[in-house]
């Protein structure tokens, strides 16, 4: 799905394969139902279905942000293994309607985790307009 706009600066796609979030080494997120947000200028952010994050290693924090086409995100900070990191995850609870699809969805901050695109780094691939990894063809 694109924005209404005639010339999108956005995409949403789903993820078509299994796409896993750690955190030193530990799972954070594990799902086969991420949704991609491409947007113009930026890398692709993976939103994970909240029942596929480890919510016990998440606590809502009391910061928001305003974006003016998504909407209200809150941030959580991550505690695991007496490790600490403030606001790594966010989520929109109740998007703008044109970013509907990654409502109560969960995402993370790449500089503090690791993402795994059907066991390669997030980092070593591209998604086309479909969901589908287009990086590396040569893995």
Known sequence: MTSPQSDPTFEIVRERTRVRVLFEGHDIADSSDVVVVCEAGRPPVRYFP????????LSQTDKVTRNPDKGDARYFTIYRDQHIVDNV????????????DIAGRIAFRPEHVEIQVDGH????????????????QGR
């Open 50 to 57: 909240r029942k596929d994050v480890f919510m016990v290693f």
């Open 121 to 136: 780094s997030a980092a070593e691939t591209e998604i086309d307009d479909e969901g589908v990894d287009i990086g590396d």
């Open 89 to 100: 995850a966010w989520s929109y609870e109740t998007p703008n309607a044109p970013f509907a």
